[in-house]
């Protein structure tokens, strides 16, 4: 629910009221005095755009409404920052931010970087320039000054949380089986999985690279063997579905990692904070920690995980190469194995034993081949644009997957790679529910019946976990997830989207049964994105082709956009 006050300022200023559950969420109570107090504060709210603050500011303030105005100038900087965290930045060079800054007709960039500063939302940060060899053949040169950067202290705070995280478990392990024992747990096995189980009982930290299906196996092979020698062992998963799914595959603990940190209910938190009851005062009560899909962690996630885990604890961070980065900012593993302070042990990939793998693997190496799938695994079904998309996905969904296969309409998942856009997953999802489950959007837009996606972290469920609407009860949202049923406030409905369709970043680390990947040409194609969408199905995939040659060229030449980040240069500190 939003405040009377917040709706009746933004009806007085033509805000449109869309914007208001948003804007409660994001502000938290007594939103609209703050935004009386300092209109440009509307930036924080996400979908807002400068213009568009700068016209409710002229709304509230009048003539007072100035371009020069310090509160205006330090909302800027933050929001620039906002921006690049989007694209999964920790930091970004001053300069970067003072010369946008001129573009939005700030008069004193430095001043308004300043002012940010002085809010304590805002860090400096100094960047020491890479050694360059060539300057010291030079006479009399100067050497490099050190760059300053800058990052919302949301995400370099805890991207140096990670890095003395990993310091510490790095310094503190000691080796988990004595060499008798890691012997005879070796016997056996070949080689690229002996080297993952030594590293693993003898190392803090250690990252896996491999296949989804190489990746698993080997996360329950270093489990038992640790399990075998009275270790306390535990595989973790991005979701509770996941964690579901490996479990009737397997006979050692699992669980979702949001469910493994424990969040507590905690009032005093800021808007949009999740508390965990683990951390550095109660870590976990575990030797081994296996996360075999560990390449959608962001800094701010790691630096809990990490902060949880004991003295002495074993952590194992496995991902694909060349994997989607995470939806939020930082580049964990690859970080991690540029610092060269972890061992890094590339897995074997088992023949690909059937037409799911065999594309997949394809599109892992650059090519979009043609396969023979005589089970229809795969299915290409052309769309002559996005329209026709999404008619054909809703038409899989609701007839022809279920019809061929025999798989429930609630084992078919849609992804695609935006939200926005004509065959995003918003025009999906709408076109899914008149068809799936029609209704007036009774309780904050959703329905009893309706499949929702937490799309931003809840206390009751991780970012990317499905359920379904059951109904509402005291103004809460009742929520059947895989980890069981829970009730989500009014106040965070906002953190649902319906999720019949998700993006692929939110679908990762979760397989289904089926899959229909909706591809379009203009959204934001890449390898690591048509790789892991591809790879979410286990028995079968619908690809709804609306990209024409843009998707094979993708796959070809387009890999993920290079990420700022510190995560490397604080580990070698």
Known sequence: MTDSDLTELFAATGVPAAFAARAAARLGAGAAGRLRDDPWRLLRVPGVRPQQADHFARQVLGDAA??????????????????????????????????????LRVPDARRAIDDALDEAEVVSLTEEPAFDEAAFEVEEAEPPEPEETLGLARWALPEEAAAEGFQRLNATASPLLDDVALKEARAGLPEDRSLALTASLRMGVCVLRGTADDLAGTAFLLARAAAAHGLRAAVVTATERAAADLRRDGDVAVVGLHRLLEPVPDAAAAPG???????????FDLDLVVLPDAAGLDVELCAVLVEACADGTHLVLGGEPGALPSGGPGHVLGDLAVSETVPVVDLEPAPAADPLGT?????????????????????????AGAGEAVHRAVQLVTDSIPRAFGIALDDVQVVAPAASGEAGTTALNAALKARVN???????????????????PLPQAAVGETGTVTGAAGGA???????????????LTGRLRHGWAVTVAQGRGTRRPAVVAVMSEDAGLSRPLVATAFGLARR???????????????????????????????LVQ
């Open 438 to 456: 029609p209704g007036p959007g009774a309780y904050g837009g959703f329905d009893p019946g309706d499949r929702v996606v937490v799309a931003a």
């Open 273 to 283: 904070a999740v508390v965990f009851g683990r951390g550095e005062q109660r870590p």
């Open 359 to 383: 594309l997949t693997a394809a599109v892992r190496a650059g090519e979009l081949v043609p396969v023979e799938a005589p089970g229809k695994e795969v299915v290409i079904v052309p769309a």
């Open 66 to 103: 100035t371009p020069d105005d310090p509160r205006r100038g330090r909302a800027l900087v933050e929001h620039l920052l906002t921006e690049a965290a989007r694209q999964g930045h920790t930091v970004t060079p001053a300069a970067e931010v003072e010369s946008a800054l001129g573009g």
């Open 540 to 570: 079968h995939l619908s690809v709804v082709q609306a990209a024409g040659p843009a998707l094979a060229r993708a796959v070809r030449e387009t890999g993920a956009p290079a990420r700022r980040t510190r995560l490397a240069k604080l």
């Open 477 to 491: 949202l009742q929520i059947a997830f895989a980890g069981g049923a829970c009730d989500v406030p009014a106040a």
